[in-house]
C-alpha cells in the first residue's frame, strides 16, 4: 500500500547548524509534498510544500528538495534557532482521486543553544 | 488556521459512553478529514469527507463515525466500541482539489475516565 518513510526519528543540532529530514514515499503517482511542523500540544502547521514539476523550493531559511526518480524529498533547515525545535512531518498526496495525505512518522528535532 | 475550530479543548468519556467531537471551518472548503494522535506518534486518518453527505473510512475507522450534513461541519463520534480513545484528535479541511494545503484545528484531547 501506500507509505511514507520519515528519517531521523530524532535529531539534535548546535544552534546554529543544518538541519536535514528525509522522506521517501512508494505511490509513483504522488505529486504533491507538504511539510509541517508540530509545536508540543498545538495543531500541525504548513512550513512549506512542494509540487512534482519544481526540484527544490526555498523560504528564507527553509527549503525542500524533490527528487522524482527516486521518490523522495528532504526538509533543509539551515542557521537553526531553539524555536525550530519541534516534530516535523513530510506527506505525500496525488492531485488527482482521493487528495488524501500519507503521513510520514515524524521527526523530532531539538535545538541546543 | 483560525477558520476552522474544534471542541472541546478536553474532552472526558466513561465506559460504555458515546461522545462526539466537533469540527467546524468557515473556509468554505468541500473536504474534510479527521486524524487520531497518540502520544509522541504520527497522524493516522480516521475519516475522511470530500463532499456533503459523502464521507470514506480512512486506515483506523473502527469504533468511530461521522456524518456530514452540512459543508461546515463534520463532527466525530467515539463510540463504545473504540476501546482505546485515549489521543489527540485533530480535524483538518482543504479544498477538494488535489495539490490543496490541509489546515488543522486545534484538536481536542480525549481522555477516558
Known amino acids: 500500500g501506500e507509505n511514507v518513510e520519515q528519517h531521523p526519528s530524532t535529531l539534535s543540532v548546535q544552534e546554529g547548524d543544518s538541519a536535514v529530514i528525509k522522506c521517501t514515499y512508494s505511490?509513483?503517482?504522488?505529486?504533491?509534498f507538504p511539510w509541517y511542523k508540530q509545536e508540543l500540544g498545538k495543531r500541525p502547521q504548513l512550513i512549506i510544500d512542494?509540487?512534482?514539476?519544481?526540484g527544490e523550493k526555498k523560504d528564507q531559511r527553509i527549503a525542500v528538495t524533490l527528487n522524482k526518480t527516486a521518490k523522495h524529498f528532504s526538509l533543509h533547515i539551515t542557521e537553526t534557532q531553539p524555536e525550530d525545535s519541534a516534530v516535523y512531518f513530510c506527506?505525500?498526496?496525488?492531485?488527482?482521486?482521493?487528495?488524501?495525505?500519507?503521513f510520514g512518522t515524524g521527526t523530532r528535532l531539538k535545538v541546543l543553544a | 488556521d483560525g477558520g476552522i475550530t474544534q471542541s472541546p479543548k478536553y474532552l472526558f468519556r466513561k465506559e460504555g459512553q458515546n461522545v462526539t467531537l466537533s469540527c467546524e471551518q468557515n473556509?468554505?472548503?468541500?473536504?474534510m478529514y479527521w486524524y487520531r494522535q497518540d502520544p509522541g506518534q504520527g497522524l493516522r486518518l480516521i475519516y475522511y469527507s470530500q463532499i456533503v453527505n459523502d464521507f470514506q473510512k480512512g486506515d483506523i475507522a473502527e469504533g468511530y463515525s461521522v456524518s456530514r450534513e452540512k459543508k461546515e461541519s463534520f463532527p466525530l463520534t467515539v463510540t463504545s466500541a473504540q476501546k482505546n480513545p485515549t489521543a489527540f484528535y485533530l480535524c483538518?479541511?482543504?479544498?477538494?482539489?488535489?495539490?490543496?494545503?490541509?489546515?488543522f484545528g486545534p484538536g481536542t484531547r480525549l481522555l477516558v475516565l
Open positions: 473556509l468554505n472548503h468541500d473536504a
Open positions: 506527506a505525500a498526496s496525488m492531485v488527482s482521486g482521493t487528495y488524501k495525505y500519507i
Open positions: 512542494i509540487r512534482s514539476n519544481v
Open positions: 505511490d509513483s503517482a504522488s505529486n504533491y
Open positions: 483538518a479541511s482543504s479544498k477538494a482539489q488535489g495539490g490543496e494545503t490541509q489546515y
